[in-house]
């Protein structure tokens, strides 16, 4: 069936230091969304991608969805002590209308 | 203010026991979601609905069943509550494929 898979799992970085979680799915997308859950909070959207090969911005988060729509990746910049959380990527396979998560990427920030 | 409830935080119950989770959101959303949240698997769909009276089987719905009497309510209940059905329960609601908004979740032990 359909898989999105997030890499890393875990990624522990300085503060300042950037950050990359990747989003691979077995299969092409429709569109693909953005989640953040801080500790003990639910996900919360950031961001929604529809377009092969679309970048967005949002001040130092960098979205993108690749050109063949299986995969994305999100880029954070001089991360900060509130950057810490879970970020899933979800996507819609074409022709379905289940939104597939991503196993997520913990961000642990060490000050 | 946009807002997804969910009748509970903390539940704990025997194996056995039938349990009802409960829903609302006051978006007038035609979409909503439950899922279930285990550590290192992501978010998983166990049963959706697009419409009143209408509900689909997500990823994992052995074990659950769901009611929609009402657009603004999406129950999910636990026939007989096993101890592998421990997990945290998340409620989510949307318009079409566009963001979707979470509730708190419900923390459910079974003992």
């Known amino acids: 069936g359909q898989q999105v898979m997030q890499i890393p799992q875990y990624q522990h970085v300085q503060e300042g230091e950037d950050f990359t979680t990747y989003c691979n799915s077995s299969t092409t997308l429709s569109n693909i969304q953005w989640y953040k859950q801080r500790p003990g909070g639910h996900p919360v959207f950031l961001i929604q991608l529809v377009k092969s090969g679309e970048v967005k911005k949002q001040k130092r988060l960098t979205f993108q969805f690749g050109e063949a729509k299986k995969n994305s990746s999100l880029h954070i910049t001089a991360t900060q002590t509130t950057d810490v959380g879970t970020y899933f990527c979800?996507?819609?396979?074409?022709?379905?209308?289940?939104?597939?998560f991503g196993t997520g990427t913990r961000l642990t920030i060490i000050p | 203010d946009v807002k997804v409830t969910q009748s509970s935080r903390y539940l704990v119950k025997r194996t056995g026991e039938k349990v009802f989770l409960e829903c609302v959101q006051d978006?007038?959303?035609?979409?909503m979601f439950w899922y279930r949240q285990d550590p290192g698997l992501g978010l998983r769909l166990i049963y959706f609905s697009y419409d009143v009276k209408m509900k689909e089987k997500g990823d994992i719905p052995e074990g659950y069943s769901v009611s929609r009497e009402k657009k603004e309510r999406f129950s999910l209940i636990l026939e007989s509550a096993s101890t592998n059905q421990t997990s945290m329960y998340l409620c989510a609601s949307s318009l079409r494929k566009l963001e979707q908004f979470f509730g708190p979740g419900t923390r459910l032990t079974v003992l």
């Open positions: 979800a996507g819609f396979p074409f022709g379905n209308e289940k939104l597939t």
């Open positions: 978006m007038d959303h035609e979409n």
